[in-house]
T-cell receptor
Framework: DVKVTQSSRYLVKRTGEKVFLECVQD?????MFWYRQDPGLGLRLIYF???????EKGDIPEGYSVSREKKERFSLILESASTNQTSMYLC??????????????FGPGTRLTVL | AQKITQTQPGMFVQEKEAVTLDCTYD???????LFWYKQPSSGEMIFLIY??????QNATEGRYSLNFQKARKSANLVISASQLGDSAMYFC???????????FGAGTRLFVKA
């Protein structure tokens, strides 16, 4: 069974802390994504990666960075957490190609609270 | 620019009835794909159905069908014979061929009444 896992379901951090969110997929997918989900705003893309060590900014990259050292792992880093980064964070992966093979497989999400 | 609009923040439907969730989109790319995802209260996003811009027929997957009207740029999801387990958030999404990004609408919360 295909799977995307995220390191934590719930996380509470303090303002100014450095936060690492980890995502691992076991499907040998080329593409990986980090989204944040806020009520009424849907999913907004933070960063994505289409290959190891490659990364591209999404729509809201400010305050975040990412790392992809291995194909199966994509990390989201909050350099200095702020209260406006309190949100649900979703990781996803997909194959490269067209058609329904572009469907994204999502992890269970990490609900991050920054106090 | 890419855009997805879901105008129904919340919908109610009686169990066993059909329901249509609206989605309109905007793109200048002639080649694109449209997706619907379901997000139950557990939080995990579940892929439901896909429609390619050049597909001649509307996509169907079990009780889900996609009413694709290309000229109107709409891709409505139809759920037939609603079940209590269909209560969830539903997101419409689009990916253009020329990029890696998929953009998502704001979502529609569906409530199925017994």
């Amino acid at each position: 069974d295909v799977k995307v896992t995220q390191s934590s379901r719930y996380l509470v951090k303090r303002t100014g802390e450095k936060v690492f969110l980890e995502c691992v997929q076991d499907m040998d997918h080329e593409n990986m994504f980090w989204y944040r989900q806020d009520p009424g705003l849907g999913l907004r893309l933070i960063y994505f990666s289409y290959d190891v060590k490659m990364k591209e900014k999404g729509d809201i990259p400010e305050g975040y960075s990412v790392s992809r050292e291995k194909k199966e792992r994509f990390s989201l880093i909050l350099e200095s957490a702020s209260t406006n980064q309190t949100s649900m964070y979703l990781c996803a992966s997909s194959m490269t190609g067209t058609g329904s093979y572009n469907e994204q497989f999502f992890g269970p999400g990490t609900r991050l609270t920054v106090l | 620019a890419q855009k997805i609009t879901q105008t129904q923040p919340g919908m109610f439907v009686q169990e066993k009835e059909a329901v249509t969730l609206d989605c309109t989109y905007d793109t200048s790319d002639p080649s694109y794909g449209l997706f619907w995802y379901k997000q139950p209260s557990s939080g995990e996003m579940i892929f439901l159905i896909y429609q390619g811009s050049y597909d001649q027929q509307n996509a169907t997957e079990g009780r889900y069908s996609l009413n694709f009207q290309k000229a109107r740029k709409s891709a409505n999801l139809v759920i037939s014979a609603s079940q209590l387990g269909d209560s969830a958030m539903y997101f419409c999404a689009m990916r253009e061929r020329r990029g890696f990004k998929t953009i998502f609408g704001a979502g529609t919360r569906l409530f199925v009444k017994a």
